[in-house]
């Protein structure tokens, strides 16, 4: 166990719908990011907080959107779903410190769009 | 932003012998380099990591090297063992003050018994 919460683990959904996946970071973390990886793809970033402001956005659709809440869980919404939107999605989460980089990750949530 | 190349994408290796990744990155500033594991089903693992001001850091049978002046950095797996075999990933900060870590595309590394 990593210390990063993610739920639900599997998810199965139709085109068109919406979604929230859900992470919980690692205790004393203020840092929490959002990848997406998709079928032979790498770990593509989609957006940071930190202590609840975004603070960094990557390659996220606007269809998708996050936050990151009081209590440091974040989620991140994924609406008017389509089928390239399957893929396994990962929060990380870090101290958040000027010189702290060590990311953890959560086991995942793997999306399927049907 | 920060771009992150790595290679090989498939490495193949009998059981004991080496295996070693490579990857570049561009912004000069980076200073910071980890590398993650990931089996199937599972998150990334943080495995080892460098800073800029070493060259070299070994942990047991897993050793990263760093060249600043060629902007690449390499994982050595030395004495490989069928439980290596996963997906290696490296990573390089982004500029700026968030930070976020650009990771290559990943070494799919098979360790045949």
């Known amino acids: 166990d990593s210390g990063v919460t993610q739920t639900p683990k599997h998810l199965i959904t139709a085109t068109g719908q919406r979604v929230t996946l859900r992470c919980s970071p690692r205790?004393?973390?203020?840092?929490v990011y959002w990848y997406q990886q998709s079928l032979d793809q790498g770990l593509q970033f989609l957006i940071q907080y930190y202590n609840g402001e975004e603070r960094a956005k990557g390659n996220i659709l606007e269809r998708f959107s996050a936050q990151q809440f009081p209590d440091l869980h974040s989620e991140l919404n994924l609406s008017s779903l389509e089928l390239g939107d399957s893929a396994l999605y990962f929060c990380?989460?870090?101290?958040?410190?000027?010189?702290?980089?060590?990311?953890?990750f959560g086991s995942g949530t793997r999306l399927t769009v049907v | 932003g920060e771009n992150v190349e790595q290679h090989p994408s498939t490495l193949s290796v009998q059981e004991g012998d080496s295996a070693v990744i490579k990857c570049t990155y561009s912004d000069s500033a980076s200073n910071y380099f980890p590398w993650y594991k990931q089996e199937l089903g599972k998150g990334p693992q943080l495995i080892i990591d460098?800073?800029?001001?070493?060259g070299e850091k070994k942990d047991q049978r897993i050793a990263v090297t760093l060249n600043k002046t060629a902007k690449h950095f390499s994982l050595h797996i030395t004495e490989t063992q069928p439980e290596d075999s996963a997906v290696y990933f490296c990573?390089?900060?982004?500029?700026?003050?968030?930070?976020?870590?650009?990771f290559g595309s990943g070494t799919q590394l098979t360790v045949l018994p």
């Open positions: 205790s004393g973390d203020l840092s």
């Open positions: 460098i800073r800029s001001n070493v």
């Open positions: 990380a989460s870090s101290a958040g410190g000027r010189q702290s980089y060590g990311y953890t």
């Open positions: 990573a390089a900060p982004s500029a700026g003050s968030a930070r976020q870590l650009t």
